[in-house]
């Protein structure tokens, strides 16, 4: 076997200078070194990739649920826009028992009457209310029962029996306000 040609001059003294055993036992713990840093980033990547799937998925549920949510909210909007148009109100108004009003007087800030108020006309025929039954949840709320008309009194019959007390005006139930979403 062929041996090594001695170092000359300037590469003799430096050699000199490191030990010839030990650059075999100085690379191995770079090389280790290397190879956890490696695999660190390798894991690393792993479980920053499993968090970002875990969070698009998460992301894709939540589209989801906002879009069904935008979808009831447009349809409460729908409903809301049938029940107050115009011809609704009348309609409904008609079924408790309403007439259109007169002519309007105003009063002024001095207390004077402005216009000349007129009465509402009378209907052709009153229309009972509609049926319990047939009201829809949210018209039970705003239903008020129709006015009834008070009774013409009753001419005394004899002198000592006490007139009979007024009935009791009827309790109206108060609707109850619900917020409207996205308002």
Same mark, same amino acid.
């Given at each position: 076997? *062929? ?22 036992? @100085?690379?191995? =713990?770079?090389? !280790? $070194? ?10 690393? $990547? ?7 799937? %875990? ?6 549920? $939540? ?6 949510? /935008?979808?009831? %909210? ?10 107050? *148009?115009p011809d609704a109100l009348q309609r409904r108004a008609r079924q408790l028992g309403m007439v259109p009003g007169g002519d309007p ?6 207390? /004077?009457?402005?216009?000349? #108020?007129?009465? @509402? #006309? %009378?209907?052709?025929? $009153? /229309?009972?209310?509609?049926? #319990?039954?047939? !009201?829809? #949840?949210?018209?039970?709320?705003? @239903?008020? =029962? ?20 007024p009935p009791a005006p009827p309790v109206l139930p108060q609707p ?8």
């Amino acid at each position: 076997m *062929s041996r090594k040609p001695e170092p000359k001059g300037r590469a003799a003294r430096l050699t000199r200078l490191l030990p010839a055993g030990r650059a075999q036992a @100085a690379r191995t =713990p770079f090389v !280790l $070194l290397v190879v956890v840093l490696l695999g660190g980033g390798l894991i690393g $990547l792993l479980v920053l990739n499993s968090a970002l799937s %875990e969070g698009s998925f998460e992301l894709a549920d $939540l589209q989801k649920q906002t879009k069904n949510l /935008t979808d009831q %909210e447009q349809a409460l909007q729908r409903d809301i826009d049938a029940f107050s *148009s115009p011809d609704a109100l009348q309609r409904r108004a008609r079924q408790l028992g309403m007439v259109p009003g007169g002519d309007p007087a105003f009063l002024g800030p001095d207390g /004077t009457v402005k216009g000349v #108020p007129g009465a @509402a #006309p %009378e209907p052709a025929a $009153l /229309t009972a209310p509609a049926a #319990p039954g047939a !009201l829809t #949840p949210a018209d039970a709320l705003t @239903a008020v =029962p129709a006015p009834t008309a008070p009774a013409p009194p009753a001419p005394p019959s004899t002198p000592a029996a006490p007139a009979p007390a007024p009935p009791a005006p009827p309790v109206l139930p108060q609707p109850i306000p619900t917020p409207t979403p996205g308002r």
